[in-house]
T-cell receptor, first 111, second 114 residues
Framework: KQEVTQIPAALSVPEGENLVLNCSFT??????LQWFRQDPGKGLTSLLL?????REQTSGRLNASLDKSSGRSTLYIAASQPGDSATYLC??????????FGQGTRLTINP | DADVTQTPRNRITKTGKRIMLECSQT?????MYWYRQDPGLGLRLIYY???????NKGEISDGYSVSRQAQAKFSLSLESAIPNQTALYFC?????????????FGPGTRLTVT
């Protein structure tokens, strides 16, 4: 059974810092991996999708990497801003169409 | 306008009542999903549908049913609501190949069963 873990559960950093969020999964047989952002009480916003054949994807200040063989992905956020404060969720698609989610990392950027 | 909409956004109901949550999408996707989110448990898949004639159970389908009325509409029903069904419910959609496998989520319905 695929399991997804995100560590740490919460992270607080000062504005302007570069930071890395981690995601690990137990089964390397995945079709893709998706990073989401969730604001309190709100829906999920897709940030980046990495196909299993890709090593990384970039969007603005965000860069996501994927190492399937080691079961790891990272989300790099450059020059963090208070508006980046949210919960970040990692999800893998092991097959069919379901996504398996991690518990998320709650990120706080302090002005 | 949002690509994936959910109604209602908030609902409080009593134990034993029947309730329906509705989802509509304008993305033209064939595939639709219902998830629930609980603190400490993350998001879990309830049901998913690959097209209007295809309905599949997810990992936590007991106590729920769904109806795919059209490509754009997918509803979730709780036939007899119970308090442990209190949660945040999300609808999502995706396409069928490559980058279109990316899932897009609605804003969620906060359901409270008293």
């Amino acid at each position: 059974k695929q399991e997804v873990t995100q560590i740490p559960a919460a992270l607080s950093v000062p504005e302007g810092e570069n930071l890395v969020l981690n995601c690990s999964f137990t089964d390397s047989a995945i079709y893709n991996l998706q990073w989401f952002r969730q604001d309190p009480g709100k829906g999920l916003t897709s940030l980046l999708l990495i196909q299993s054949s890709q090593r990384e994807q970039t969007s603005g200040r965000l860069n996501a990497s994927l190492d399937k063989s080691s079961g790891r992905s990272t989300l790099y956020i450059a020059a963090s801003q208070p508006g980046d404060s949210a919960t970040y969720l990692c999800a893998v698609r092991p097959g069919a169409q379901k996504l398996v989610f991690g518990q998320g990392t709650r990120l706080t950027i302090n002005p | 306008d949002a690509d994936v909409t959910q109604t209602p956004r908030n609902r409080i109901t009593k134990t034993g009542k029947r309730i329906m949550l509705e989802c509509s999408q304008t993305k033209g996707h064939d595939r639709m999903y219902w998830y629930r989110q609980d603190p400490g448990l993350g998001l879990r898949l309830i049901y998913y549908s690959f097209d209007v004639k295809d309905i599949n159970k997810g990992e936590i389908s007991d106590g729920y049913s769904v109806s795919r009325q059209a490509q754009a509409k997918f509803s979730l029903s709780l036939e007899s609501a119970i308090p442990n069904q209190t949660a945040l419910y999300f609808c999502a959609t995706s396409g069928t190949s490559g980058d279109s496998y990316e899932q897009y989520f609605g804003p969620g319905t906060r359901l409270t069963v008293t």
